[in-house]
């Protein structure tokens, strides 16, 4: 974390990642020129108002002229309008731009993410892969709205200032002009000393904030040893460094503003001094002197401000990086070119020599070899490691098998694309998940297709219908993050309900070890009785209740089959099976 | 808004320095204040056709004036600016010192992102009010004053004229920075939705998958997306006016004064030099006035967050040292005699006790095993012993005083705790065995992770005892954590050491050796071991078995195997998950 932080801040400009950045721009090409277009415009309406001041001083002021200066006054009234309306249009129209870049890009990085297979998410913290769709993004907008249409502005103000200023006298221009070399060197010399005042300050919070979380989640280590005036002492230090750095960036901007006020200054007094002597000898107007007091004026702001544009630019190099490397990620996982489709699936299962391993070192499945029947019913039992959610994950075609093949209806489910293969299967996963929705919503997954009708009958067949009927709200009541308002039961039986309502050929059930009271215990029961009802159902087992259910045992142990068959078979092989049943399932009571 | 009176103390702190900044602000705003006279004086001396060394020795004036401003600016920031930082820095002190202090039951309701954020955020908008805030409230007030005294000087009637659209400046600034801020909560909020939906969406990945959801998913993310992008060119809508709000209200004083100050110039009232200047002052007065407005905004959002901070500085800590303390009572007194007598808890706002009337001696010298299921009160039982939480009903007395008299550091430093999760700081392995003292005593740090069973691994580190653990360093393996922690604890040499379950990460290899070290070192202590596994306990001198927070089985190893109750199934169980795990 406060490693990249430090990268973020000093990251060379990439004229590769320039070039592909300028791609999320090519859409919105028009609207860029035209926003170019109007803050060019706003510069020099901006640079035109002065010289309107010798005129109405010099002709109309001097002169009496009442009429003549109403005139003046009347333009300028009308540039001013004219500028804001114009400056409005400009800012509204740069943000439109910048937000429509952003969600382009945010809307391409997320599905891409989507897209992805199970690997990937292994390997990322989700905290990063979120990162990248909304702060990474979100230093992005900042090039894309405001930084590059008004670094043309800043270019143009100073360009208008100065050809106005051309126009109205050459040699009084350049000897305004004189300080900028000063004013240039000072700003330079400024943003150096503050971005690395700031390049500290940054490591310091970060710092200070990883140690206050530190001590907040470490707090009973901090109380149990009796250390809470060392910690004090401790965090009082870096409290302290980041107080004095942050000083340190204080005198830098105390010593800045009030440099600038003086060469402005100045360049005041160099305007009264030449220009002065000039309007004396009558070589200029006074009118022209009062002007260029003005212009003088306007002429630092753009300059200072693009300095920071540099900055911006440089903090979005980084992010963009960050961004193209996930854009970059292509999932090992893909469908088959020419895709055999099947339709009307039978349910029949082989695991041909199978082998497997998540991490190239570690084989997790062995040698597999099993065939499931259409319409069987199958459990998996062994204990934790055994492999038995890997199975499922083959089958789900989360991960390729590294050896060997898995046929669905006698098809290698590798030329089959994923849709095809998940269309035809459901999983019930242990832990179940549930999205900040409704009930319906988590019911369906959002499929329209799926009527009021069905639902209610998954409802009913998974035992939910008298929880879901005491709900003010029926479907339509508000499940929280993670589902943290409803029991572990009931959130089982919804994802059971989930299952159902997308009448899968194939059921794959993880059951669930937590315990749950005996009334919710019997529901579950018949709702697993109801799943797995006329479907191919493979089941990573814990009840005997289910068990006893299945045609077929399948017994793994260390990644490999062990042993295959009955309840009663295998009880009387007294093997492993026979372990497991008195460890785990022989006190389980039998609710039939 | 009231909130704010709490930083009085804070600001009474620095009061001289304040006092002193508020002077030089004064005098900086004078010297400015000045400087557009003599320009205006300069340039009526021109159109009266003076000689150069007089105009010479008015641009003189003009830049040494600005010289005398811009040093007292100087000043300004140091002190002012200066101060808000040193504010900043006390009152984040005085948050986390106090955050240290207060109980476990705090943090079993508050999320450390929610107390980070206080850390951080509130303190940085207090910190924003105090320093921007105080420095341009006190320059806005002061220039105003003095400006309009030199403008009312120069021509009243064009002056009132020219700074009518001022206070509309203000006003404009106030409420578009308002609208801005709600706005923005707006925008805000909406990331945050978004935020949650990438989030909830890359975590339930394998759902969404394995029901091919991802379509239905990516267009709910664009639903979001969208909503953020809505809001956030709603909020660009407003922003967009600032800009051209500003100067075209400032334009509109300067084209008022160029042209009823030109009447006046006319009518012979006024010079073309005071229009000069009006010019040059008016443009001073600009950024003051939205200043202005953005200094209500800055208080605004202070107030809110100096309530939070004193929401949480104004929690007295429920377990401290009190009247009823007896301060007579040295670590040397304590021996590790310990006596629990009817005692009974329950989480503050809960219904349900986790321990019921628990009575237990373990004596000095001795070993307690506890075994029990998950959610017994194993856990409970022992944080009543450091003070963790008191129990609600019943006693606890150590070496036959009442806990709640032993001063809190004196109980502390006599028990030794190595909690179920392993928490280590990340800083060096040395730093943090040694981490009850201030100086590492490397003999006993040494001695200390051999008895742990973790001298080996630390051996074999190229940087050893110095090796930076965490995010910056190396991450230790389960058992290697829990090694540490038991060092850690050994290192502390207390009189009464608990273990709870932190054996559980560590093979049945090692534990013997700790176990077995551990004997010697407790020979004169007491010792109190949470475990899962029976071959952890089975040679405590007393073991009890905790169930729904009662003490249901209770004696020595094979007195409770006799009994066939609830350990012996444990054990039974053990025995088979053994063999089954060495097929």
Redesign the interface.
Known sequence: ??RTEDEALNKPIDKRLMRRLLTYFKPYAKYILLATFLTITISAL?AF?PSL?PI??DE???N?D?PG??L??VI??GT??V???V??AM??LT??IG??I??DL??NI??H???LN?KF?DNSP?GR??TR??SDVEVLFEVFSSGIVTAFGDIFTIVWIMTFMFMLDVELTLVTLSVLPILIYATIIFRRKVRESYRRIRILVSKL??Y?????????????????N???KE??EI??S??EQ??KS??Y???F???V??I???S???I??YG??Q??QEVIS?GV??AF??YS?MFFRPIRDLSEKYNILQQAMASSERIFEVLDTKSPIKDPEHPITLHNVKGKIEFNDVWFSYNDNEDVLKNINFKINPGEKVAFVG?TGAGKSTVINLL?R?YDVNKGEILLDGIDIRNLT??NL??H???V?QDV?L??GTIRSNIT???EKITDNQIWEAIRNSGLEEFINSLPDKLNHKVN?RGSSLSVGQRQLISFA?ALV?NPKILILDEATSSVDTHTEILIQHAIEELIKGRTSIIIAHRLSTIQKCDKIIVM?KGEVKEIGTHQELLSNNG?YY??Y??QYKEQPLNE | MNSLLALKPYLSKYRNRLFLGYIIIVLHITAMAYQPLVIGDAIDAISNGAETSVILNYALIAVGLVLVGGTFLFLTRQNIIVVSREIENDLRYDFFSHLQRLPKSFYNSRTTGDLMNHAISDINNIRNFLGPGIMYSMQTFTRLIITLYILFNINVKVTIIALAPLPVISLAVYLIGRLTYNRSLKVQESLSDLTTKAQETFSGIRVIKSFMREQYENLEFDKKSRDFFHKSLKLAKVQAFSFPMMFLLTGLSIILVLYFGGVQVMEGNMTIGNIGEYIIYLGQLTWPMIAFGWIINLIQRAAPSMKRFKDITDIEPEIADGKHTNHNIKERDIEGEILFKNVSFKYPGSENFVLKNVNLKIHKGTVLGIIGATGSGKTTLVNLLPRVFDPTSGQITLDGYPLNIIPINVLRNSIGIVPQESFLFSTSIGKNIAYSSDVIDDLLMIESSKQAGLYKDVAEFPRQFDTILGERGITLSGGQKQRTSIARAIYKQPKILILDDSLSAVDTNTEEEILSALKSIMKDRTSIIISHRISTIKNANNIIVLRKGMIAEEGTHNELLAMKGIYFDIYQKQLLEEQISKL
């Open positions: 974390m406060t901006a108002r001041t109405a001083i109309k002021i001097a009496g009442i200066l109403q003046i006054i300028l009234l001013l309008v500028q804001g309306l400056q409005y800012t509204y943000s439109w937000q429509y952003i969600f945010r809307k997320f599905d993410i989507n897209s199970l998410f989700i892969l979120v769709v909304t904030n990883a206050i979380q530190e001590h907040i989640v470490g707090i009973s280590i901090v109380q149990y040893f009796n250390k809470e060392r910690t004090i965090f009082e409290n302290r980041h107080t942050n000083k204080i005198f901007y105390a010593i503003f009030p440099t006020e003086l402005g200054a100045i005041t007094g160099l009264i001094w002065g002597g309007a004396i006074v002197l009062i007091i003005q004026e204990a789900e989360f994923r849709e998940r269309d299967t459901a999983i996963l998940f999205f900040s997954l959002g499929n993050e989930r997308y142990h492993l372990k497991l008195e460890l």
